[in-house]
């Protein structure tokens, strides 16, 4: 276990392209360690930021993002992506979008449901929540 207090902490792969990863523990007959990311915490201001944010580049395109569950011989996990819920002010947003583009097409938005032999296929629902006003689809 290692553990870092105090003050802003960086951690850097170097340069040349290196290559930084954080993995759970293996374990071959429980479960796998969990990797936990969070912003930290405040009493009384907003809590921290986190960002996941790919590399850039000055003449090629900037690095892909992926957010995914790994393949399994059994189920696959859930990946979810939600803000938090709220008591005295509005929860958060949720915004899905892509860039903008001065000298090309942007990319798309695309909702995929994965195949199945045999099986049925999810459904794509867009469900609002209850409320006295708004909740449009």
Do not use: C, P
């Not at 951690?11 to 290196?18: H, K, P, V």
């Not at 005295?88 to 909702?111: K, W």
């Not at 195949?115 to 006003?133: E, F, L, N, P, Y």
Request: hydrophobic share 35%; no cysteine; proline share 0%.
């Amino acid at each position: 276990r290692v553990s870092i207090g105090g003050g802003a902490v960086d951690i850097s792969a170097g340069s040349a392209g290196s290559a930084l990863n954080m993995v759970g523990g293996f374990s071959s007959s429980d479960k796998g360690g969990s990797v936990k990311l969070s912003g930290g915490s405040a009493a009384s201001g907003d809590g921290g930021e986190l960002l996941l944010s790919s590399g850039s580049s000055a003449l090629g395109n900037s690095g892909s993002v992926s957010l995914k569950s790994s393949e399994s011989s059994s189920g696959s996990g859930v990946v979810t992506v939600a803000s938090g819920s709220a008591v005295s002010a509005a929860s958060g947003s949720l915004l899905l979008s892509t860039g903008n583009s001065v000298e090309s097409s942007t990319g798309d938005i695309m909702l995929s449901v994965g195949s199945s032999v045999g099986q049925k296929v999810g459904d794509v629902s867009i469900m609002t929540g209850a409320g006295s006003s708004g909740g449009f689809v």
